[in-house]
């Protein structure tokens, strides 16, 4: 995609590299003169401010921007730099210091990556069509499927299937295909092989037993440098440094995905839904950041992994468990982001008004699974997919927080957290919001199915089923009561669907008086969500 003017009297190009574009195999730099062209990077206090952003997120965006712009610098790269604290950079937001820079360096041609972020993608036309410079916005060849690909699978459809898309995608990159173009072992998916839970008894042999560790990176000079501005500039924001160890960059990203292929992937597959105390990373890949800040490359990913089956290190159903992740899921999320923005944002199809408890930013509650998740998303700035889906996502739907105050929380919190991948992920797959353009229902469910996965349950202050609350004189689970009502009010939506059928029909068939005294729980739960 390219758009904009013939260049004035100004001269040169400007490429302009965001923070999550952090590639030397760019679109944006075909062509690239240094003699000529320059790089512009723009670290933004708004940019951390706009939701509140936890510590290590920002951490990882200005880390691996300075050793990016340090990379470049070395390849002969001329590189202006605004860096947080640069006393005269126009002001502390995006927009400003852009138009600020673009008037200062009067260059005849903007050229970026198309944004991850619809929002930056408007800031970024007003500023260059504000101090008429030519932009040129390419096409980002990092993904596996282009905005106008996804939009030529999409059609006309109402709705639109994963499923179908990841296996256009297979058969279009050849990936994890046989010989004779079919899916290698004769299906297309191995779910039914996978998710399993960590077993809870005996006890002898309860819980995830040895996870091999994940690659983990002590902060360099530069990393640590940012952390004490981070510390000093943000100080009151969430989440906490003490251990971070991401990858940020290219180098670092490569043996995060090395190590995960080598000692973690054969049981990705089997534990991708599981979820247990202290345990905060299980067999997943870690891998997010690096991919959405383009430090990996998801072609490198996938051939890292089907190398790995096709060696024979590790089990076809990992292998596709994994890659229906990255080529299926996250291309599809992202297809699915540009094709509905900017109506997703405002999306509230349940009409849910209410504010984010206030235990979203602290971990402060009593329900195991909820600090669980809390806890290690401020710590490390990462919570696994079911953990994000299934706990903080499931709550946040049916305790009817509205829409945007949670896509806040989730795109202030994890460190792989850019609008395309956040959105849809909440809009769409957490809270229903968009009323199913992509879901065939909405993901609602009770505190048994987070027993079923985890052994959050057994320590809770809570007990997840109503015959758990009789026999251990516990009070009942606030996702156990709020899941009821949460049928009791969208009855007839969850009729009229046959995936939800059997749903509204278990909330049909209680008595009156039953759905009262379910409505009068949910009404007391939801006046001190606060102190749960
Ligand atoms: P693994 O579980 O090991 O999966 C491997 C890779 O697959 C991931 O690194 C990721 O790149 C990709 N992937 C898997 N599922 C998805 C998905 N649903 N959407 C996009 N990519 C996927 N992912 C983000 O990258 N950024 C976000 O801001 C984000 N927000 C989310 C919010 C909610 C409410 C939910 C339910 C999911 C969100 N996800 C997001 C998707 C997913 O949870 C994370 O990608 C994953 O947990 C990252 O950890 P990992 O690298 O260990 O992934
Ligand atoms: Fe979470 Fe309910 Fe289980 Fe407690 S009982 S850990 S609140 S699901």
């Known amino acids: 995609m390219t758009s904009g003017s013939a260049s004035t009297s100004r001269s040169g190009t400007l490429v302009l590299v965001l923070g999550d574009h952090l590639c030397h195999d760019s679109a944006a730099f075909a062509g690239f003169d240094p003699a000529r062209d320059r790089v512009l990077m723009i670290e933004a206090p708004g940019e951390a401010t ?270 596709e468990g994994f890659l229906r992740q990255v080529v299926g899921w996250r291309e599809f999320i992202r297809g699915v982001y540009w094709r509905d923005m900017p109506a997703m944002r405002e999306a509230n199809h349940l009409r849910a008004t209410r504010p984010l408890p206030g235990w979203y930013w602290t971990g402060d509650t009593r329900m195991v699974c909820a600090r669980e998740a809390v806890a290690q998303t401020l710590r490390h700035g990462y919570a696994h997919h079911i953990q994000r889906l299934m706990v903080t996502g499931l709550f946040a739907m049916l305790a009817e927080v509205e829409p945007k105050r949670v896509a806040d929380w989730y795109l202030a919190v994890y460190v792989d957290a850019v609008e395309w991948a956040e959105l849809p992920n909440v809009a769409g797959m957490a809270l229903y919001a968009d009323g199913g353009r992509f879901t065939t229902k909405p993901y609602a469910a009770s505190g048994a199915y987070i027993d079923r996965m985890s052994n959050y349950c057994g320590g809770c202050a809570y007990a997840p089923t109503e015959a758990a609350a009789a026999s251990r004189g516990k009070p009942i689970c606030p996702f156990t009561a709020l899941y009821w009502n949460f049928l009791d009010r969208h009855e007839a939506m969850l009729a009229a669907n046959p995936r939800t059928m059997m749903m509204a029909k278990s909330i049909a068939a209680k008595p009156a008086a039953e759905r009262d005294a379910i409505r009068a729980v949910a009404a007391d739960l939801l006046e001190r969500v606060d102190a749960l």
């Not at 590189?79 to 600020?100: S, T």
């Not at 200062?104 to 408007?122: I, Q, Y």
């Not at 995608?169 to 004779?180: H, K, P, Q, V």
Request: charged fraction near 25%; include cysteine; aromatic fraction near 8%.
């Open 50 to 319: 706009h939701v509140w952003s936890a510590k290590p997120r920002i951490v990882v965006f200005l880390s691996a921007m300075r050793h990016f712009r340090d990379e470049l610098a070395a390849r002969g790269v001329n590189v202006h730099y605004v860096a947080l604290d640069d006393a005269d950079a126009g002001g502390d937001g995006f927009e400003l210091r852009l138009a600020h820079a673009l008037a200062a360096l009067a260059p005849g041609t903007l050229r970026l990556l198309e944004p991850g972020e619809w929002r930056l993608a408007r800031i970024i036309e007003a500023a260059a069509a504000h101090v008429g410079c030519a932009l040129q916005v390419v096409d980002d060849t990092h993904v596996l499927c282009s905005r106008a690909d996804f939009a030529r699978f999409a059609g006309k459809k109402p709705r639109l299937l994963m499923e179908s898309f990841y296996r256009e995608m297979r058969r279009r990159n050849r990936i994890l295909l046989a010989e004779d173009g079919e899916p290698e072992g004769g299906r297309w998916n191995y779910d039914a092989d996978n998710r399993g839970a960590w077993p809870k008894r005996p006890a002898s042999r309860a819980g995830p037993g040895l996870i091999a560790e994940p690659e983990r990176f002590a902060p360099d000079a530069t990393t640590r440098e940012v952390i004490a501005l981070v510390e000093r500039r943000f100080a009151d924001h969430p989440g906490t440094l003490a251990d971070f160890a991401w990858p940020v960059t290219r180098e670092e990203a490569l043996r995060a995905l090395a190590v995960f292929v080598e000692s973690r992937l054969a049981s990705f597959g089997d534990f991708q839904d599981a979820m247990w105390t202290a345990t905060p990373f299980g067999w997943h890949a870690l891998l997010s950041s690096s991919l959405n800040l383009h430090l990996l490359d998801p072609r490198e990913v996938v051939m890292a992994a089907e190398l790995a089956y096709r060696s024979g290190a590790i089990p076809l159903a990992s292998a």
